[in-house]
């Protein structure tokens, strides 16, 4: 938290101290007009990236998010298995949320397997 505060400070005297800047009333040259094209052809490049980088990154944890596993949950104290169709962003820790809507909560006994097959079932 405090580093946020800081990082926020700094900003704003940075642009305290660049608006206070006088301005230099001289005409650019030619090699600077370029310059400055070049700069701003640039930055929008890198920010075009950085928009296409995001977008592309949302989309894929998006799709990991909704791919369906199998949990299968053993109890060793009933000696019984149970398969569910589960989203992999509805998996926690000690519970899940099924495809159906049906949620499930773990207890410390049980055991749970992940996995992208349905498991044979003997």
Same mark, same amino acid.
């Given at each position: 938290?405090?580093?946020?505060?800081?990082?926020?400070?700094? =900003?704003?005297?940075?642009? +305290?101290?660049?608006?206070?800047?006088? #301005?230099?009333?001289? !005409?650019?040259?030619?090699?600077? %007009?370029?310059?400055?094209?070049?700069?701003?052809?640039?930055?929008?490049?890198?920010?075009?990236?950085?928009?296409?980088?995001?977008?592309?990154?949302?989309?894929?944890?998006?799709?990991?998010?909704?791919?369906? =596993?199998?949990?299968?949950? +053993?109890?060793?104290?009933?000696?019984? #298995?149970?398969?569910? !169709?589960?989203?992999?962003?509805? %998996?926690?820790?000690?519970?899940?949320?099924?495809?159906?809507?049906?949620?499930?909560?773990?207890?410390?006994?049980?055991?749970?397997?992940?996995?992208?097959?349905?498991?044979?079932?003997?």
């Amino acid at each position: 938290m405090l580093t946020k505060i800081l990082v926020t400070l700094l =900003v704003i005297a940075g642009a +305290i101290a660049y608006l206070r800047k006088p #301005k230099v009333a001289s !005409q650019p040259t030619a090699s600077q %007009l370029g310059q400055r094209i070049v700069f701003k052809y640039l930055a929008f490049g890198i920010a075009t990236l950085a928009l296409l980088g995001s977008g592309a990154y949302w989309y894929w944890s998006w799709q990991e998010g909704n791919q369906v =596993v199998y949990v299968t949950i +053993i109890s060793p104290a009933a000696a019984s #298995k149970e398969v569910y !169709q589960v989203r992999k962003r509805e %998996l926690e820790s000690d519970a899940f949320t099924t495809v159906d809507g049906l949620k499930v909560r773990l207890s410390t006994q049980e055991r749970i397997v992940i996995a992208d097959a349905p498991p044979n079932m003997r």
